[in-house]
């Protein structure tokens, strides 16, 4: 079956870098377009990015641009996001998500496939 298993959170000062990774396995990767998401307590899960199956579309959320940045390796099956400047409020769970659509992804409707999650906090 399908598995999605982030990695790579933790705790980290604010101004900060961490990288996660989600590693998939039981689909054929190179197919699905890939989104990282996340929800903080008490609040809905939102979309931080998004990368489509080639790698060359990406979107992010407006509270991340140019400090987030999603990529993919399709020969490691991994999509990774790529997080500086992180402040306080980036802390939350981080899922990685995958779908046949890249819209589904962009809207963070009828995902096929979501991750466990990766707990990032960022201390002030």
């Known amino acids: 079956q399908v598995q999605l298993v982030e990695s790579g959170g933790g705790l980290v000062q604010a101004g900060g870098s961490l990288r996660l990774s989600c590693a998939a396995s039981?689909?054929?990767?190179?197919?699905?377009?890939m989104g990282w998401f996340r929800q903080a307590p008490g609040k809905e899960r939102e979309l931080v990015a998004a990368?489509?199956?080639?790698?060359?579309?990406?979107s992010y959320a407006d509270s991340v641009k140019g400090r987030f940045t999603i990529s993919r390796d399709n020969a490691k099956n991994t999509v990774y996001l790529q997080m500086i400047s992180l402040k306080p409020e980036d802390t939350a769970v981080y899922y990685c998500?995958?779908?046949?659509?890249?819209?589904?992804?962009?809207?963070?409707?009828?995902?096929?496939?979501w991750g466990q999650g990766t707990l990032v906090t960022v201390s002030s």
């Open positions: 998500a995958a779908d046949l659509t890249t819209r589904n992804v962009r809207l963070g409707e009828d995902l096929e496939s």
């Open positions: 039981g689909l054929t990767f190179s197919s699905y377009a």
């Open positions: 990368i489509s199956v080639g790698g060359g579309g990406t």
